[in-house]
């Protein structure tokens, strides 16, 4: 079964430092994976996916992602942090496809980001 | 742009009332449409799926029902709530086409506390 784990409950970072938030997965198959974040009492906004294609994908707001396929890997990376990167950040992949068009995505638990002046 | 609009985006409800929250969505056509809970600001649950009007496929089984009277419309319901329902609700949508179905798109979410 498809499956995603954010190993890592909460991150601390300096603002100006470089951040990373860990992502790893397991799928048959070849994965699909995205990144979300979602700001206290809002909706999840889509930050970047991967499919196929550059290793290292770029999204909204200066994140990246770094495609592993050895390490089953997709950490989330931002150059330096920002205080308003302050959230919740989800990984997801997308579930084996049934027929029909339904797409599913497989969430990890989340991991909060908290960036200090 | 698509835009996808939920309401209310706050309900406070006592146990055993009816409820009704509301997803629509609004620059495209024929979306896929997803219900979420998350509990405790964490992990999301997906609820109901639907890939047209009227077809609807339940992930969990629960006092919730889901309905899609209209393209773009989205609906999750209850006859009667309970303390567990409590939580924040998300609709998404996804596009149908091919090759652009695989990202969903998020709601600003309801937040239900039932008393």
């Given amino acids: 079964a498809q499956s995603v784990a954010q190993p890592e409950d909460q991150v601390n970072v300096a603002e100006g430092n470089p951040l990373t938030v860990k992502c790893t997965y397991s799928v048959s198959g070849n994965p699909y994976l995205f990144w979300y974040v979602q700001y206290p009492n809002r909706g999840l906004q889509f930050l970047l996916k991967y499919i196929t294609g550059d290793n290292l994908v770029k999204g909204s707001y200066g994140f990246e992602a770094e495609f592993n396929k050895s390490q089953t890997s997709f950490h989330l990376k931002k150059p330096s942090a920002l205080v308003s990167d302050s959230a919740l950040y989800f990984c997801a992949v997308r579930d084996i496809p049934l027929s029909g068009g339904y797409n599913k995505l497989i969430f990890g638990a989340g991991t909060r980001l908290a960036v200090h002046p | ?115």
Wanted: charged share 15%; net charge positive; aromatic share 10%.
């Fill in chain 2, 1 to 115: 742009s698509q835009t996808i609009h939920q309401w209310p985006a706050t309900l406070v409800q006592p146990v055993g009332s009816p409820l009704s929250l509301e997803c629509t969505v609004e620059g495209t056509s024929n979306p896929n449409l997803y219900w979420y809970r998350q509990a405790a600001g964490r992990g999301l649950q997906l609820l109901f799926y639907s890939v047209g009007i009227g077809q609807i496929s339940s992930e969990v089984p629960q006092n919730l029902s889901a309905s899609r009277p209209q393209d773009r419309q989205f609906i999750l319901s209850s006859k009667k709530l309970l303390l567990s329902d409590s939580g924040f609700y998300l609709c998404a949508w996804s596009a149908s086409m091919r090759g652009e179905k695989e990202t969903q798109y998020f709601g600003p979410g309801t937040r239900l506390l039932v008393l």
